[in-house]
């Protein structure tokens, strides 16, 4: 008997020895492929739903590193939305307060605002 006749004869008898046919493999086969698709399908789904909120973070996150690399202080707090960012806290002067406007403005580019809120101490 040629080798191959051999394989094909022991994959037939462990076959009939599980008890699965080929049209059950073909099936838990088609059966694997379509939960996989639609597992990529929902992942797909949950990645547009959060893109959002991660490029909201990311706004955020780039901002206060900026700030915190200027030496502004740190009760300057960064928060983003789809526009851009509000800054809001105190500062101790007018000067710090207008550089924190300008740092954000130069961080996120000309197409998001800055709503620059922080309070100068005293005034």
Not at 7 to 21: D, E, M, N
Not at 34 to 42: E, K
Not at 43 to 65: G, W
Not at 79 to 104: C, E, P
């Amino acid at each position: 008997m040629p080798t191959s006749a051999v394989l094909s004869a022991l994959l037939g008898l462990g076959t009939a020895l599980t008890g699965c046919s080929q049209q059950t493999l073909d099936s838990a086969k088609q059966d694997a492929q379509h939960n996989a698709a639609a597992v990529n399908q929902q992942a797909q789904r949950a990645e547009r739903q959060a893109r959002p909120q991660i490029d909201k973070l990311k706004l955020q996150s780039r901002v206060t590193t900026a700030l915190a690399a200027a030496n502004l202080p740190t009760t300057i707090h960064v928060r983003a939305d789809a526009d851009g960012v509000y800054l809001r806290g105190t500062v101790g002067s007018t000067g710090d307060k207008a550089r924190a406007g300008r740092i954000a403005r130069d961080t996120l580019g000309p197409d998001k605002v800055v709503h620059n809120q922080i309070q100068v101490n005293g005034e």
